[in-house]
């Protein structure tokens, strides 16, 4: 089955062509990162005027790039959210269009999920269940239970900041251009142990994460001017990957999980990728960087496998912004 997936809940206007929810023809992301950049972070009104004038031309090449036509698609899918409702409503009223008026059904996809299931696109034999979800992206921190395929059990998250919007912030604190999470990363590369010592909050007893007095110590850091940019981009990254590391690896031998997936933005970072291979005690699953930062393929690859279920989205349905794990 060839799904369509859209995908428009922030700042990325995309859209993929997925065979059956494992296999991507297509995946083109039109990033409006640098619209941006100047306003030191995304600004609803000026995404979504982005996204409307983008999301025709990048379906167009999605379709060219996976060399089929309407005909040959199946399904359509788009980002029902979490994300900025205007910039949801542009993707998701662009693929409702789309399936009534080719008469195909209709899948509205929760953006989480889809960071997750951008772990099903490669030829490497699926997942393992139960299995332990780690989301770390710019909105959401969270510890996800996959008990079986399509349940999610919440086990754990962020009290605060989510980790991308902490390395966004103190990208912000540095000087460095928007988004702050992989200028720190490139900063970081040369960096090494130095004098600077940044908490790291374990919460001991729960599973939940807290970044907000990170945030500040670095914010004091800076304001002392006895360090670096360098010194500090890469204390911060290691307290930030010592506690995503340290508490997903524990929490993964507790639960018995039989793999560990790691999914959204800040999965992309070399050094949380190198600590969470080290120190996780069952085999961990982390999508190509290409596809842990959003895109329409994770979109596709979720929609094709509940397509094949046979669920559907009623053409009337609505956005919504905020997640709730247990709905999905
Ligand atoms: O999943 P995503 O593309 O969008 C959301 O759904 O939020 O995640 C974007 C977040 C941003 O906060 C960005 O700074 C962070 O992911 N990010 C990184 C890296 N690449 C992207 N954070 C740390 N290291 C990276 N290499
Ligand atoms: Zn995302």
Redesign the pocket.
């Known amino acids: 089955m060839n799904v369509l997936a859209i995908e428009s809940?922030?700042d990325e206007t995309a859209a993929a062509v997925v065979v059956d929810g494992r296999r991507e023809l297509s995946s083109v992301v039109a990033s409006q990162v640098e619209m941006h950049a100047g306003f030191g972070g995304i600004v609803p009104e000026v995404a979504s005027r982005q996204h409307l004038r983008m999301i025709g031309p990048v379906i167009e090449q999605a379709l060219a790039e996976a060399g089929c036509t309407l005909d040959e698609i199946d399904a359509v899918a788009a980002t029902q959210g979490p994300g900025l409702a205007g910039a949801l409503l542009v993707g998701f009223n662009a693929g409702k269009a789309l399936a009534y008026g080719r008469q195909l059904p209709f899948l509205g996809v929760n953006?989480l999920e889809g960071?997750v299931y951008a772990n099903w696109l490669s030829e490497t034999p699926e997942p393992l269940f139960p299995a332990l979800a780690l989301v770390v992206?710019?909105?959401h921190t969270d510890l996800v239970f996959m008990e079986r395929k399509g349940h999610y059990l919440r086990v754990g998250g962020t009290l605060d900041d989510a980790a991308?919007?902490a390395?966004?912030k103190v990208g912000r604190l540095l000087d460095l251009p928007f988004?702050?999470?992989?200028q720190?990363?490139r900063e970081a590369e040369d960096g090494g142990t130095s004098d600077l010592s940044l908490p790291r909050a374990w919460l001991p007893g729960t599973m939940d994460f807290s970044f907000s007095g990170l945030k500040t110590a670095a914010l004091h850091a800076v304001r002392e001017a006895r360090w670096t940019t360098v010194q500090i981009a890469w204390e911060f990254q290691e307290a930030v990957v010592d506690v995503l590391a340290g508490k997903t690896s524990r929490l993964s031998r507790e639960l018995g999980a039989r793999e560990v997936l790691v999914a959204?933005?800040?999965a992309?970072?070399r050094r949380l990728r190198e600590e969470l291979q080290r120190r996780c005690p069952v085999p961990i699953r982390i999508p190509p960087p290409r596809l842990c930062?959003?895109n329409a393929a994770m979109i596709g690859a979720i929609a094709g496998q509940r397509l094949a279920l046979g669920e559907r989205t009623e053409l009337d349905a609505d956005i919504y912004t905020q997640n709730d794990w247990a709905a999905v």
Do not use: Q, R
């Open positions: 809940s922030c953006h960071h992206s710019g909105g991308g919007e390395f966004d988004p702050g999470g992989p720190i990363a959204g933005g800040v992309s970072n930062t959003d």
